[in-house]
């Protein structure tokens, strides 16, 4: 079952990235332009700071920047999957609160790394619902469009962890 929101296409992103408050920063692997032209989102040295959901050949960060790569699927989330989404956020709040500058990316910088900016929001102190509207404002109404990601943020990905897990098979 996907967790995709089904009520017509998703535009693709207006930026490659978009800060969502200092130092933390949200985005994707593409983008389109002003033109509507699909470009490539390529990361450089731009931060300290990469965290990949999703990731493509070619597309950055070079050697030296701190890159953590961590494929997780647009959908519903196993128990680990949302251990690594906490674990994450938690290195990205430390290198916020550091005053290092933090990209997390997925494909379109709308799901997987609203997730991520959304925990880390909460873990720099805002609530679930304030994270999610920050997100929104700041990157894209189509942000964390995907219910279940919502869902997970709401009731706290702590909770929605052990949840998850009571749910898997022995």
Same mark, same amino acid.
């Given at each position: /079952?996907?967790?995709?929101?089904?009520?017509?296409? %998703?535009?693709?992103?207006?930026?490659?990235? +978009?800060?969502?408050?200092?130092?933390?920063? /949200?985005?994707?692997?593409?983008?389109?332009?002003? +033109? !509507?032209?699909?470009?490539?989102? %390529?990361? &450089?040295?731009?931060?300290?700071?990469?965290?990949?959901?999703?990731?493509? =050949? !070619?597309?950055? @960060?070079?050697?030296?920047?701190?890159?953590?790569?961590?494929? *997780?699927? +647009?959908?519903?989330?196993?128990?680990? =999957? *949302?251990?690594? %989404?906490?674990?994450?956020?938690?290195?990205?709040?430390?290198?916020?609160?550091?005053?290092?500058?933090?990209? %997390?990316?997925?494909?379109?910088?709308?799901?997987?790394?609203?997730?991520?900016?959304? =925990?880390?929001?909460?873990?720099?102190?805002? &609530?679930?619902?304030?994270? *999610?509207?920050? *997100?929104?404002?700041?990157?894209? @109404?189509?942000?964390?469009?995907?219910?279940?990601?919502?869902?997970?943020?709401?009731?706290?990905?702590?909770?929605?962890? #052990?949840?998850?897990? #009571?749910?898997?098979?022995?």
């Amino acid at each position: /079952m996907s967790a995709r929101r089904t009520d017509g296409p %998703v535009p693709e992103p207006q930026s490659p990235w +978009d800060e969502i408050t200092t130092g933390l920063w /949200m985005g994707g692997h593409v983008w389109a332009d002003a +033109d !509507g032209r699909h470009l490539d989102a %390529v990361v &450089d040295r731009e931060f300290d700071l990469v965290i990949s959901l999703f990731t493509r =050949q !070619g597309h950055g @960060p070079p050697e030296g920047v701190e890159h953590h790569v961590v494929p *997780i699927p +647009d959908d519903w989330l196993t128990s680990e =999957q *949302i251990d690594e %989404v906490l674990r994450l956020a938690l290195i990205t709040a430390d290198a916020v609160r550091a005053g290092r500058t933090a990209l %997390v990316r997925c494909y379109s910088g709308y799901n997987r790394s609203g997730l991520v900016v959304a =925990q880390t929001l909460i873990e720099l102190g805002h &609530d679930g619902a304030g994270a *999610i509207d920050l *997100i929104r404002r700041r990157r894209s @109404p189509w942000a964390l469009h995907n219910v279940a990601f919502e869902q997970y943020l709401t009731t706290g990905l702590d909770i929605a962890s #052990l949840l998850t897990g #009571l749910e898997s098979p022995s």
